[in-house]
T-cell receptor
């Protein structure tokens, strides 16, 4: 059965801290791994990773994929209160359905 | 502006009643999806449709029904057969075949069964 597992499930840090969110997966015919940020309602897209070892970066956020060990990490440096959100990891398995398999999400709270 | 519109944003329903959640997109996407979100469980796929007049069950389709009569619209009906319908429902869309997976989400509908 295809599965995506995120850890930790929740995290509380203070502004300025660096956090690392983890995502491991077991899927048939992996196509891509995606990270989303969900603040209140609609998840918004952060990164899509398809190749191992290539870091994607956007401001203070970065992510990397390891297809051999079947995991990805999302790093956030110099956290701000606006980073407080649920971070969702999802994997697109083989086939042409466009379906995504989501992990449970990591709830991040950044305190001032 | 292009996007996905879900309505209503909040909905209360008595047990035994069916309710329909609306999802409309003007992104010209072929594929549309319904996910359910419960605390601590991430998003679970209910139904999806890759083309008009065709749809497939996701992982938790029991107690739900959908239709896809127009490309822009993919309404979800939560029937009285759904045992635990209180949840946050998210509609999403993507280009045909969802190339490498990116979905665009609506703002969600929160259903509470009283």
């Amino acid at each position: 059965e295809d599965k995506v597992v995120q850890s930790p499930l929740s995290l509380v840090v203070h502004e300025g801290d660096t956090v690392t969110l983890n995502c491991s997966y077991e899927v048939t015919n992996f196509r891509s791994l995606l990270w989303y940020k969900q603040e209140k309602k609609a998840p918004t897209f952060l990164f899509m990773l398809t190749s191992s070892g290539i870091e994607k970066k956007s401001g203070r956020l970065s992510s990397i994929l390891d297809k051999k060990e079947l995991f990805s990490i999302l790093n956030i440096t110099a956290t701000q209160t606006g980073d407080s959100a649920i971070y969702l990891c999802a994997v697109a398995p083989g086939g042409n359905t466009g379906k995504l398999i989501f992990g449970q999400g990591t709830t991040l709270q950044v305190k001032p | 502006d292009g996007g996905i519109t879900q309505s209503p944003k909040y909905l209360f329903r008595k047990e035994g009643q069916n309710v329909t959640l609306s999802c409309e997109q003007n992104l010209n996407h072929d594929a549309m999806y319904w996910y359910r979100q419960d605390p601590g469980q991430g998003l679970r796929l209910i139904y999806y449709s890759q083309i008009v007049n065709d749809f497939q069950k996701g992982d938790i389709a029991e107690g739900y029904s959908v239709s896809r009569e127009k490309k822009e619209s993919f309404p979800l009906t939560v029937t009285s057969a759904q045992k635990n319908p209180t949840a946050f429902y998210l509609c999403a869309s993507s280009l045909a075949g969802g190339p490498t997976g990116e979905l665009f989400f609506g703002e969600g509908s929160r259903l509470t069964v009283l």
